[in-house]
């Protein structure tokens, strides 16, 4: 005899409870609890970031200070993965532009550059002027290197200038330059930087008055100005009026928009 087709049902150990009440409500329990567990931790991360301090607004954009540290611990990480003598590369001289790129004018508007000299601020007290001429009596350093601009663009230029240590030891601003950083103004005060002193006192950072084998143009920065190979181009301040030392962080022109303070390569 055939079985008819519901026999096979006889055979089911069939539970007459439909489901295990007890274990779907541990459930229910357990993935609430963890659900506002997380929404209460993402609550509280961000009423931290909204009610952190903004940071002082002179040297950076003014964003809050626990968004900001995020920022920095990046920037240190950089900082420590790039060695203070880590040489930038360097080509021959024919390998450079002939007429290098322009870029930026703040600060350097003012064509009237004849009375010139250099800020030197030793203390709150003195103020040294220095000349061209006594700068180019000290050595100079030329290199051509790949000049590489935030914007986007890079291009191989020649530049020549006494090293920013070498000018430290002329003038004996070594306790000077014990501190942390070196800022730099144009005359006009429109244009500033500030710069880490590991960087400053890098082998090729230049307090640079050529390029391409001449004396600088209005528009490149003359009569002096900052070449720093290790950073971006918008630390390579143009037209150097005023020149000091710090232990905070001075005001920098393109920190205060928010770009990175550090600006490494
Ligand atoms: N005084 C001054 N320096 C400045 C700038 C500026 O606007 N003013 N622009 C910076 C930027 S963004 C770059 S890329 C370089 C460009 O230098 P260059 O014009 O000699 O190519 O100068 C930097 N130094
Ligand atoms: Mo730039």
């Given at each position: 005899m055939k079985n008819k087709?519901?026999?096979?049902?006889?055979k089911l150990p069939l539970n007459t409870e439909p489901y295990d009440k007890k274990k779907i409500n541990r459930r229910t329990f357990l993935s609430s609890i963890t659900f506002l567990a997380g929404a209460g931790l993402a609550y509280w991360g961000w009423e931290s970031v909204y009610h952190s301090a903004r940071e002082i607004a002179t040297a950076t954009a003014g964003a809050k200070s626990s968004l900001r540290r995020v920022l920095d611990a990046n920037g240190c990480l950089f900082e420590g993965a790039v060695k203070p003598n880590h040489l930038s590369r360097t080509y021959p001289k024919?390998?450079?532009?002939?007429k290098p790129r322009l870029n930026g004018k703040l600060g350097i508007t003012?064509?009237?550059?004849?009375s010139w000299a250099l800020n030197l601020v030793k203390s709150a007290n003195e103020t040294q002027q220095i000349t061209l001429n006594e700068l180019k009596k000290l050595p100079k350093t030329e290199f051509a290197f790949e000049f590489k601009c935030v914007e986007g663009w890079s291009q191989i230029s020649h530049w020549g200038g006494v090293k920013f240590s070498d000018f430290v030891h002329h003038f004996g601003l070594q306790e000077l330059a014990k501190m942390e950083y070196v800022g730099m103004h144009t005359p006009d005060n429109k244009y500033y930087v500030g710069i880490d002193m590991p960087s400053a006192l890098h082998p090729q950072t230049l307090l640079c008055y050529e390029v391409s084998g001449q004396p600088l143009s209005p528009e490149h920065g003359a009569p002096l100005r900052l070449i720093i190979?290790?950073?971006?181009?918008?630390?390579?301040?143009?037209?150097?009026?005023t020149l000091y030392f710090s232990n905070q962080r001075p005001p920098d022109y393109w920190a205060e928009r928010g770009y990175d303070y550090f600006s490494g390569l």
């Amino acid at each position: 005899m055939k079985n008819k087709p519901e026999d096979k049902f006889d055979k089911l150990p069939l539970n007459t409870e439909p489901y295990d009440k007890k274990k779907i409500n541990r459930r229910t329990f357990l993935s609430s609890i963890t659900f506002l567990a997380g929404a209460g931790l993402a609550y509280w991360g961000w009423e931290s970031v909204y009610h952190s301090a903004r940071e002082i607004a002179t040297a950076t954009a003014g964003a809050k200070s626990s968004l900001r540290r995020v920022l920095d611990a990046n920037g240190c990480l950089f900082e420590g993965a790039v060695k203070p003598n880590h040489l930038s590369r360097t080509y021959p001289k024919v390998m450079a532009a002939k007429k290098p790129r322009l870029n930026g004018k703040l600060g350097i508007t003012d064509k009237n550059i004849e009375s010139w000299a250099l800020n030197l601020v030793k203390s709150a007290n003195e103020t040294q002027q220095i000349t061209l001429n006594e700068l180019k009596k000290l050595p100079k350093t030329e290199f051509a290197f790949e000049f590489k601009c935030v914007e986007g663009w890079s291009q191989i230029s020649h530049w020549g200038g006494v090293k920013f240590s070498d000018f430290v030891h002329h003038f004996g601003l070594q306790e000077l330059a014990k501190m942390e950083y070196v800022g730099m103004h144009t005359p006009d005060n429109k244009y500033y930087v500030g710069i880490d002193m590991p960087s400053a006192l890098h082998p090729q950072t230049l307090l640079c008055y050529e390029v391409s084998g001449q004396p600088l143009s209005p528009e490149h920065g003359a009569p002096l100005r900052l070449i720093i190979p290790t950073k971006y181009g918008i630390k390579n301040l143009k037209r150097i009026g005023t020149l000091y030392f710090s232990n905070q962080r001075p005001p920098d022109y393109w920190a205060e928009r928010g770009y990175d303070y550090f600006s490494g390569l």
